[in-house]
């Protein structure tokens, strides 16, 4: 799963983010070595171990590695597992994450690449250097951001010289990136980290979040005949008081739904079971509408987002498609388009109309959780306010003096081929979200006018 990092952006937004980006079989012609299309990176497969390479066209540096687990599956120190698969033909391969969506096409190289068999020097120039090529190979925003990255390289390198202190070197980088204003990009130096939100939103903390919860619970949901918190406190489910036709369904977080050691595979269990204990047969035919909040949602994995949407579905559809930049000079090149599917689960579902409650705070899984419900079928319609505008899975580029960058290399595509990076996934029916002046005359403007909708929908038999 994607990993949190210690400062409040990493805890919202990396945390929405990296899966590792490296696998291997351990099957008879499995092993050696592979380039991925995409994300820059190369992988050493053999025997029992795999070994991932984060290269540019200026450097080649030592990442995760992994330890055979079962046939095909290799699982990284923190648990991820993932899953290589060979073919079509010897020279090819996929690699799949358990806790992300889609996978990586592998190609078979003959050997290491040169960079990769010696030792990058540590010098600032040149972690300036690997820093610049990582985004300049594989962000894939820069013209959507008006922003001249070869400028930025012009402007910031004469800054950097052999004496440059790890500080110095950690604002120069700051600076660099800081026009992007897309919290899925960071600086890190360990615990030391610089990223941001786009202006006008709010990272979706922790304290802003229990904040949240409880102005919902004693406003909203005062008196809900039936209300229950699950998955270790990150949803939350009620029948709304007065409309046992509606339901109320509010996620915080596609991660952390048990303990953060724990396996994907834990968080999986913990999600069906709250799905299994809210969605029955008797409610899913009572409900005359859902309301999904997401309003204050720091990410996580894009898999259980599509776990929840297959319960809200009788009829298969595409979520999404998924590419990755796949050329170190031209941004306009990408691996193929991969459609991303919901499929219904067997069991109840709720097919009914559902009403998505977004604001700036809702951020990456949160955002690809809104974008998969976009073509479902049956009425959806979101209120509140745009969403961040970060879908990506997140890159962390170790750099040769030991710092990181955090960087997106992905689009989520819609089905007419565009993205929502940026400007975010905008609402249906714009509605204040947790402002100052609705916390102090008690308001929630998004709620009621979902609750407004859906019964207006339901007296209209539609």
Not at 371 to 388: E, F, K, N, W
Request: glycine share 10%; hydrophobic share 35%; net charge neutral.
């Amino acid at each position: 799963m994607r990993t949190v990092t210690a400062t409040v952006l990493a805890l919202a937004l990396a945390a929405a983010g990296a899966a590792p980006v490296a696998a291997g079989s351990g099957r008879p012609g499995i092993d050696g070595v592979w380039r991925m299309d995409g994300y820059g990176t190369v992988l050493s497969l053999d025997g029992d171990t795999l070994q991932e390479f984060q290269t540019t066209s200026v450097s080649c540096i030592e990442g995760e590695a992994a330890r055979r687990t079962g046939t095909g599956a290799y699982t990284t120190d923190d648990g991820t597992v993932l899953t290589v698969r060979p073919g079509p033909g010897r020279d090819r391969a996929t690699l799949g994450t358990d806790s992300s969506v889609g996978h990586r096409a592998l190609r078979r190289i003959k050997e290491l690449p040169a960079d990769c068999t010696r030792p990058m020097p540590k010098d600032p120039r040149t972690s300036f250097d690997v820093f610049w090529h990582s985004f300049a190979e594989n962000y894939p925003f820069f013209a959507a951001k008006g922003i001249d990255w070869r400028d930025v390289r012009d402007r910031y390198r004469s800054k950097v010289h052999r004496d440059t202190t790890r500080e110095e070197l950690f604002k120069v980088f700051s600076d660099m990136v800081r026009p992007l204003y897309d919290a899925h990009v960071a600086v890190e130096d360990g615990d030391l980290v610089f990223a941001q939100v786009r202006p006008g939103t709010e990272v979706p903390t922790e304290e802003l979040d229990t904040k949240v919860k409880k102005f919902v619970v004693e406003r909203d949901l005062k008196g809900a005949p039936y209300r229950q918190d699950f998955a270790n406190g990150r949803i939350t489910y009620a029948d709304l008081p007065g409309r046992t036709s509606q339901g109320y369904l509010r996620i915080s977080g596609f991660a952390g739904y048990t303990s953060e050691d724990a396996p994907y595979a834990a968080h999986v269990a913990a999600l069906d079971k709250a799905l299994d204990t809210v969605l029955t047969k008797d409610r899913t035919q009572r409900l005359k509408g859902l309301i999904i909040d997401l309003r204050i949602n720091g990410g996580g994995s894009d898999a259980l987002g599509i776990r929840i949407a297959e319960r809200l579905t009788d009829t298969p559809y595409v979520a999404y498609a998924k590419r990755a930049r796949n050329h170190p000079s031209d941004p306009g090149r990408h691996t193929r388009p991969e459609p991303i599917r919901v499929v219904p689960v067997d069991g109840p579902r709720y097919t009914g109309p559902i009403a998505v409650l977004t604001s700036g705070s809702t951020v990456s899984a949160g955002e690809t959780f809104t974008q998969a419900l976009i073509d479902r079928p049956g009425h959806t319609v979101r209120i509140g306010q745009a969403t961040q505008g970060v879908f990506s899975d997140v890159m962390e580029r170790d750099l040769p003096n030991g710092m990181a960058a955090v960087l997106p290399n992905e689009e989520f595509l819609n089905r007419s081929g565009r993205t929502y990076d940026g400007p975010g996934i905008p609402p249906h029916l714009s509605e204040p979200v947790f402002t100052k002046e609705e916390f102090e005359e008690k308001k929630d403007s998004a709620f009621d006018r979902a609750v407004s909708e859906l019964r207006s929908r339901a007296s209209a038999g539609r």
